[in-house]
């Protein structure tokens, strides 16, 4: 019996420094959780990335020939302004009215447009739309009517693309924030669980210690 009693009060206190290290590698564990979820995943991420004038008409040529590739996209027409029902509520700047009046094949165009932007973001679209407009015409003053007009498609298409293309990175990068945010959570609920089971055992080797002493204290 006094062998098996040794046995029983060695593996009983495996257990215990075992629980006890598993127990602070989940606290450690928890707390470098914690840590990662104060930290937002999505830290510096613009929910609207703006797209600057300068920036679109520095990435498109200056020439008709050259802007035919860009702005052969726009060879629709027919259209009135009333067909971009994407823009119903929003306030179209004058100078982008100006060019949707000229070209008709710029208004389903510009509806397909809004169909990829977020509803909040759609207005500030427009507004960024109307200053690449504007700077383009600037641009473009002395050159001749079909340049001008070809060179301001060009300069709408360019933006619109590389704005879109910046809202889905985003959207992209907010979504893998959130998706990370989850799986943190529920790591750490699973760690949360674990100590607890871990507190449990520790407290019944504990008490089943104190027990087994207290009976041999009295069979002495």
Same mark, same amino acid.
């Given at each position: ?18 629980? +006890?290290?598993?127990?602070? &590698?989940?606290?450690? $564990?928890?707390? %470098? #959780?914690?840590?990662?979820? *104060?930290?937002? /995943?999505? @830290? ?12 679109? +008409?520095?990435?498109?040529? &200056?020439?008709?020939? $050259?802007?035919? %590739? #860009?702005?052969?996209?726009? *060879?629709?027409? /027919?259209? @009135? ?30 509806? *397909? ?108």
């Amino acid at each position: 019996m006094k062998i098996a009693d040794k046995l029983e009060q060695r593996l009983l206190g495996m257990v215990r420094a075992l629980c +006890l290290i598993a127990l602070v &590698g989940a606290v450690l $564990a928890m707390i %470098a #959780l914690m840590f990662a979820l *104060a930290v937002p /995943g999505r @830290a510096g991420v613009t929910v609207d990335p703006p797209v600057s004038a300068s920036e679109v +008409l520095s990435s498109i040529p &200056g020439s008709q020939a $050259a802007n035919d %590739a #860009l702005s052969s996209d726009g *060879a629709n027409g /027919g259209y @009135a302004a009333e067909n971009i029902p994407h823009a119903a509520g929003l306030l179209i700047p004058a100078p982008l009215r100006d060019v949707l009046d000229q070209d008709n094949a710029s208004q389903p165009l510009l509806d *397909a447009w809004l169909t990829s932007i977020p509803l909040a973001d759609r207005q500030r679209f427009l507004d960024e739309l109307t200053q690449v407009v504007t700077r383009a015409s600037q641009h473009a003053a002395s050159w001749e009517w079909d340049n001008r007009e070809r060179y301001v498609a060009a300069a709408m298409n360019q933006y619109a693309q590389v704005k879109i293309e910046r809202i889905d990175a985003t959207q992209s990068a907010i979504e893998a924030a959130h998706s990370r945010s989850e799986q943190l959570g529920s790591s750490l609920g699973t760690l949360l669980a674990l100590a607890g089971f871990l507190a449990l055992l520790l407290l019944l080797t504990a008490i089943e210690r104190n027990t087994r002493n207290s009976a041999r204290e009295r069979s002495v």
